[in-house]
């Protein structure tokens, strides 16, 4: 369900934006686990804003996501 919603996302999302457009309600610190094995096995990432977006596969949002992120060294 959370990566279908993020998957379906016109734009990256914040978390609480994230947890709030979710269409089934579930708690929190829940949420918040399925969040950190996402990024874990990166198939989402964040970027300089802290706007979470989905990179698994071939996504034309990352290339834009990619645009707006942190370069790391």
Known sequence: ???RT????DEPLGRTQLWKVLP???M???FKEIIDYLEASNKI???KTGKIAW???DNPKLRKFFKSSVKLR
């Open 1 to 3: 369900m959370v990566e």
């Open 55 to 57: 990179i698994a596969g």
């Open 6 to 9: 993020i998957k379906k996302s």
């Open 28 to 30: 929190y610190p829940t």
């Open 24 to 26: 089934k309600k579930i």
């Open 45 to 47: 990432m964040y970027d």
